[in-house]
């Protein structure tokens, strides 16, 4: 019988893939979630998780301060995949025994399948060559008593196994890269196969799912919402107002540091929409009061922030007696990287910085288990227009950290007109949805122009256009050259005060998305 609590737990070992993981699980339509590889048994078996997964990690099973995982996942009768580290974890665990191989084998192999049942369901036998991926420097010597190979590649006799009696399988390959071509059979094998799950986790039982427990938790109370005009608040309200109604408050701080348009939709949204209740604070001329003769990036940013917590925490005491905040925060925001060798630290998140603690709120984060494309197709199914879901990322200090130096009203206001210019062009053009993000910043310095027949002498503004998965890391776009010298001809046209446009061809790392 399917039932809506199947789950695959992942443990995570540091992999740079874990999440990859997560998400071709739950593109199958099964809920997984990952948790870091000290997770105690008992708050594994509480979880009744329908599988278990082993990811891999940069470590070595023999190394001294190795990453292990508690040997008792192996007595909860619980199918357990290992990849990678995690397949030679579970060798080790299990009485085998794994040494550094001599030839570190990395990128794509070849797979010769031997054994077509469990993971390699469907699959055609020797001689194959499904092509994998492999990335270890260490190698299976030794089964365990009750284990056998099911798959070997040139380098790996040993690339997949599997125990005879009990449900553990193991890859030295991973199954959730793209360059895996069989990886998602293999991963299906083992989610459906062998662990029996049902494809029945969509938006829609979590939806169903998530309101109710917001309900539960929240009883009577009151729930405040800070709205910034992004797509992970205005989901968040749009989930949390589903469950509880006017229970919830939602404040949006206009601290003039806005793009032209950028908050209005989601609000006209709200306002026309649904009967979500939004307090609209104008604070703009109190945040460029502050802002005044100010220089210094991260000055600008903590000023910035701290109004913002002030502000709204002023509107909460006029509310009285709320006891729970709502945030969007997302998975990649809260998954704890694994503590190894001291050099991952657990990522906290808080839009709001300090604000719960200060408030003694309680959290609510509906959202913390999705991906950013999940949040957006859950947008979708509350009903929210596209053009809310599908905008860029803006940062909470917005525009004030595209204007290098000293943030004014003029200033402002030249940034804003170029920036609808990018805007607009990239929309026209297809190129908006394309990118991760694009923008204008405006420069400290001016430079010599001529203008019919005068010399000007004013701003110079940057494009900044990248491409990226998740803004850890981000390349500049291949835009178009008559996109981009349309982009500079309008801007120069059209906006007073500048005379200049140029294009930032730098990637993160070294550089950063935003200049400040
Ligand atoms: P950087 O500039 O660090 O930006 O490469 C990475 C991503 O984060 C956004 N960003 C911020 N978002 N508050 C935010 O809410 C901030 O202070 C902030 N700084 C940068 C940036 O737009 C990019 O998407």
Redesign the pocket.
């Known amino acids: 019988m399917a039932t809506h609590n199947e789950k695959i737990i992942i443990l995570d070992f540091g992999s740079q893939t874990t999440q990859l993981i997560a998400r071709r699980i739950r593109e199958q339509k099964v809920y997984s979630e990952i948790h870091p590889y000290t997770l105690d048994l008992d708050t594994l078996k509480a979880m009744q998780p329908s599988g278990i997964v082993l990811s891999g990690g940069p470590a070595s099973v023999y190394d001294e301060d190795a990453p292990i995982s508690d040997p008792g996942i192996f007595e909860l009768g619980v199918p357990v995949l290992g990849i990678c580290y995690g397949a030679q974890l579970m060798m080790q665990q299990l009485g085998g025994r794994v040494e550094k191989a001599e030839k570190r084998e990395f990128g794509k192999a070849e797979l010769n399948i031997e054994y077509t049942a469990g993971l390699f369901a469907g699959m055609e036998t020797a001689p194959s060559h499904y092509q994998v991926w492999m990335s270890h420097g260490d190698r299976i010597e030794e089964l365990p008593p009750g284990f056998s190979v099911t798959a070997n590649s040139a380098h790996s006799p040993f690339a997949a196994l599997r125990h005879e009696d009990k449900p553990f399988v193991a890859v030295q390959f991973h199954p959730e890269v793209a360059h895996t071509l069989i990886g998602n059979d293999v991963l299906r094998n083992f989610i459906f196969g062998l662990c029996d799950c049902h494809p029945i986790w969509t938006m829609h039982s979590f939806i169903d799912a998530t309101v109710a427990e917001i309900k539960n938790r929240v009883g009577e109370g009151k729930v405040l919402c800070a709205l910034s005009g992004g797509v992970d608040s205005s989901v968040t309200a749009a989930l949390v107002h589903r469950a509880i109604g006017d229970q919830l408050t939602c404040i949006y701080v206009n601290n003039g540091l806005m793009r032209t348009g950028e908050s209005e939709s989601v609000l006209r949204f709200f306002r026309q929409k649904t009967d979500l209740q939004v307090i609209d604070i104008d604070a703009t001329s109190y945040f460029l009061d502050e802002l005044a003769g100010i220089k210094d990036p991260e000055k600008k940013?903590k000023r910035i922030g701290y109004g913002f917590i002030k502000i709204f925490e002023e509107e909460a005491n006029k509310l009285g007696n709320v006891k729970f905040l709502a945030q969007g925060t997302l998975y990649p925001d809260v998954i704890e990287s694994v503590v190894f060798r001291g050099k991952a630290p657990i990522k906290s998140h808080h839009?709001v910085g300090g604000l719960p603690e200060r408030m003694q709120l309680e959290l609510i984060e509906p959202l913390r288990e999705l991906f950013k494309d999940e949040v957006r197709e859950l947008g979708l199914e509350l009903g929210m227009p596209e053009e809310a879901i599908f905008r860029q990322?803006?940062?909470?200090?917005g525009l004030g950290?595209r204007i290098m130096g000293e943030v004014t009203a003029e200033r402002l206001n030249i940034l804003r007109k170029s920036d609808v210019i990018v805007l607009e062009e990239m929309k026209t053009s297809g190129w908006y949805r394309k990118v991760w993000?694009s923008f204008a910043v405006l420069l400290p310095i001016q430079t010599v122009g001529v203008m019919g027949d005068g010399r000007t002498y004013e701003h110079v503004i940057a494009i900044r256009s990248v491409d990226s998965r998740d803004?850890m890391t981000?390349d500049w776009s291949q835009l178009p050259y008559d996109l981009l010298g349309r982009i500079s001809s309008r801007i120069i046209n059209e906006v007073r005060g500048v005379n200049r446009v140029v294009y930032d061809i730098s990637s993160?790392p070294p550089s950063?998305?935003?200049w400040e």
């Open positions: 940013r839009n990322p803006f940062p909470g200090p950290i993000q803004a981000a993160k950063t998305i935003e």
